[in-house]
């Protein structure tokens, strides 16, 4: 027996992979399965990325730990274009996914960290793995789970002598909120009254349902907002890992921390990737076009969702970005403890086991384990398929739905029969 690093020993496998598991094991079985549980991008990378991945597969070279100088230029542009945040390219850092850089900032960062109830399951893993101090703030139904400057600031003021960093993600994985300017102002104020850096995980920025992006914290807080971003869920290119940070004018005196501990840990990103998103981040008209057709198609799937579920009493967060939102089951939860369910976990379960549908349950996303709420991903369909037909429709119906995401539109159905029938 080795003796491990007990920090690392007890992190848990994550629901999401857990009901992955079991969707396969279903799935290779026969069962037909909605999995409203993965919430990774459906449609298909834009080919003017992939023949740049292709064109560059011989180009064996190291690159500089921070990056492509080519690259850290493109994507300063393509932030000051598309989310209005000036950066300084010498201090926009590539990485292998945003998650790498988020988690080497939570290792450099001696901070309580601040996680608003309903964020991203990774968050508090990568904190727990160094020991790190957290906090999960208070988010509510009636603002679709998004903190507020009362919270934040009613926690700055019973603990005046931590260093903070709060993380804020918008669009958010698993609400689908999106921050309005006015809500990032407030916010803004009150982080720099008491001097909270913050991680702006915007990773879904250009997946929003009104506007082209969506706004950024570092528009009202830019001298200590750190933002991330990357290919994986507005390029759909996951696989390719590849993600971005940008250290702001207060933090960039630690440049050489990083660089250092970048330089040790993956050295850098893989070249071919590097030059794949070059393209990407220019942003030509067809991937402009692509992106915005992959949002109308993901606010289609989730207003469809989202009024089939309303008009029968499940809570819903409104769709406005990312790939999902908050279902709730509180209004039946006293049917539902006739079922011997008492915990959003069991309840997932029971609608795998029992519907075939599966749904990550709220107690991942920071819930109390008794609240009945569910992170929906509306994502399981084919996304080649749906974009073709929507390219010809333009419009998403329920009979589009019907046709083109019967997965989704099967396991909204099943949903509504458990309804109808507790
Ligand atoms: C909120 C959020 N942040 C970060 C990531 C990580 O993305 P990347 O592929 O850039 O590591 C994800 C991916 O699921 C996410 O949902």
Not at 160 to 167: D, F, G, R, T, Y
Not at 187 to 214: G, K, P, T
Not at 267 to 282: G, L, N, R, T, W
Not at 306 to 321: R, V
């Amino acid at each position: 027996m080795q003796q491990i690093n007990t920090k690392i020993q007890s992190l848990k496998p994550s629901a999401t992979l857990a009901i992955n598991q079991k969707v396969k094991e279903l799935r290779s079985k026969g069962a037909l399965i909605t999995h409203f549980g993965f919430g990774q991008s459906p449609f298909p990378i834009h080919t003017s990325i992939v023949k740049e991945l292709q064109s560059y597969a011989a180009n064996n070279h190291y690159l500089p730990t921070e990056g492509l100088p080519e690259l850290q230029a493109q994507i300063a542009l393509f932030l000051e274009k598309y989310q209005q945040i000036e950066a300084n390219k010498k201090f926009i850092y590539i990485g292998p996914g945003s998650k790498e850089l988020l988690y080497q900032t939570i290792l450099i960062f001696e901070s309580t960290f601040l996680i608003p109830k309903g964020s991203w399951v990774s968050y508090l893993p990568q904190i727990k793995s160094k020991g790190g101090k957290y906090s999960i703030l208070d988010t509510f139904l009636e603002n679709d789970f998004k903190l507020t400057p009362e919270v934040l600031k009613s926690y700055c003021i019973n603990h005046s002598n931590e260093q903070k960093a709060l993380i804020l993600n918008s669009p958010n994985n698993p609400t689908g909120a999106v921050y309005t300017n006015k809500e990032l102002k407030e916010l803004a104020a009150v982080c720099r009254d008491y001097s909270i850096v913050v991680l702006s995980d915007e990773i879904y920025s250009q997946i929003n349902f009104s506007e082209e992006s969506s706004p950024s914290i570092a528009q009202f807080y830019p001298e200590k907002t750190i933002v991330f971003g990357g290919l994986s869920k507005v390029f759909s290119a996951g696989g390719y890992r590849l993600g971005f940070m940008v250290l702001p004018a207060d933090l960039q005196q630690y440049h050489t921390v990083y660089r250092s501990l970048f330089s040790e840990t993956f050295s850098s990103v893989s070249s071919p990737v590097q030059y794949a998103a070059i393209e990407a981040f220019k942003m030509k008209d067809e991937i402009k076009a692509y992106v915005r057709d992959s949002s109308e198609i993901l606010k289609g799937v989730s207003n469809y969702i989202y009024n089939e579920f309303t008009k029968i009493g499940i809570e819903c967060t409104t769709p406005s970005g990312a790939f999902y939102m908050m279902v709730g089951f509180n209004k039946f939860q006293e049917k539902i403890r006739k079922l011997n369910i008492h915990t959003s976990e069991q309840l997932s379960s029971y609608f795998i086991e029992t519907l075939n549908v599966a749904l990550l349950p709220s107690s991942d996303f920071y819930f109390k384990d008794e609240e009945l709420f569910f992170r929906l991903a509306f994502v399981d369909f084919d996304g080649e398929k749906v974009m073709k037909a929507f390219q010809k429709e333009r419009e998403v119906t329920v009979r589009f739905i019907e046709n083109y995401c019967p997965n989704i539109y099967r396991g909204v159905n099943q949903l509504k029969n458990f309804i109808d029938q507790l």
